[in-house]
């Protein structure tokens, strides 16, 4: 498998994540601070990586 595969697979699992998150944000119009943490610290290494892509 070349890098650019695996970067591309994993920019796609991360999406997936996010859309996850977000639905699952959305339900309420304002989240508990222990769900908006949990959230954040899902979404923060996710951003991380995929900024590293672009």
């Keep these: 498998m070349d890098a650019q595969a ?3 697979w994993n920019v796609a699992a991360l999406k ?3 859309v996850s ?3 699952m944000a959305a339900g ?3 989240l508990p601070r222990h769900l908006h943490r949990a959230v954040l ?3 923060r290494p996710a951003e991380s990586a ?3 892509r672009a």
């Design 50 to 52: 995929t900024r590293r």
């Design 21 to 23: 998150l977000v639905a």
């Design 41 to 43: 610290r899902l979404l």
């Design 28 to 30: 309420n119009g304002a």
């Design 16 to 18: 997936r994540i996010v």
């Design 6 to 8: 695996a970067i591309d």
